[in-house]
């Protein structure tokens, strides 16, 4: 007798790798976690898991982008830039 494969969604895959829908994509899509295509979902044969499983979790060390420094600082008096405070008039 043959062997079942278990297919899993992607969010069952979320929720037993302890990440988000979006990072399961992600591994699909760099190729890190095979997938077939069923109409618009995607599974993930359930043995695939622990091409994963021992990832390294968050954000890779490195240096922030000056443009990214840039969206997330805050602006101050002695950048140029007027702060105004909305309120009543």
Known sequence: MLGRMSLLTTKEV???LGVTVPRVHTFIKEGRLPAEKMGRDFFINESDLKLVANRKTGRPPGKVSTA???????PTASSGASVKKKGKR
């Not at 990214?68 to 805050?74: D, P, Y």
Request: glycine share 0%; charged share 40%.
């Open 68 to 74: 990214n420094k840039a969206a997330t600082a805050k």
């Open 14 to 16: 979320a929720e037993r």
